[in-house]
């Protein structure tokens, strides 16, 4: 069941980034393998164009740029609206990406932080899927709360929640 309720802010800020959703524009270039003015050319990634598939108009829970500056360096987002989990809980599922260049900075940490303010606000528990070789991605998700170990999925990426 969707939560029409908790909607998320179009824009989230954080200390260093701008984490602006996804227009119409930005997506049609994305799933065209276009460069935009503003984006890091190595931006859009694979997995920006696989995100672009679950785009929909007017959807605050549907994938935004990690913006540095004037820069997009990567995207974060939500595969769809929350749905209620077996306990009841409103849930939602996360991912992530930056470019190569843009490793090392702590960037997908502060993104994830703040989005994760913004899911708090509303009630909704965040989980993430990851490659179990995956080290960086596994840190970023135990520095953001990510304590829950929910096994593999049938890809064989550890599933991760974080508890509201």
Do not use: Q
């Amino acid at each position: 069941m969707s939560h029409p309720r908790s909607a998320l802010p179009v824009m989230v800020t954080t200390e260093r980034l701008r984490l602006p959703l996804w227009t119409a524009d930005d997506v049609a270039a994305i799933r065209a393998g276009a460069s935009r003015e503003g984006w890091h050319p190595a931006y859009p990634r694979r997995d920006d164009a696989d995100a672009a598939t679950l785009w929909r108009e007017g959807d605050t829970w549907a994938p935004r740029h990690i913006v540095r500056g004037v820069t997009a360096l990567g995207s974060i987002g939500f595969f769809g609206p929350p749905e209620e989990a077996a306990d009841g809980v409103p849930e939602v599922e996360v991912g992530y990406g930056l470019v190569d260049e843009a490793h090392g900075y702590g960037f997908a940490t502060e993104a994830l932080t703040g989005l994760l303010v913004e899911t708090d606000t509303v009630g909704v528990r965040v989980r993430a899927s990851v490659e179990p070789t995956n080290k960086a991605s596994i840190r970023v998700l135990a520095k953001c709360g990510f304590t829950e170990l929910r096994g593999a999925n049938e890809d064989g990426e550890l599933v991760m929640a974080r508890p509201l």
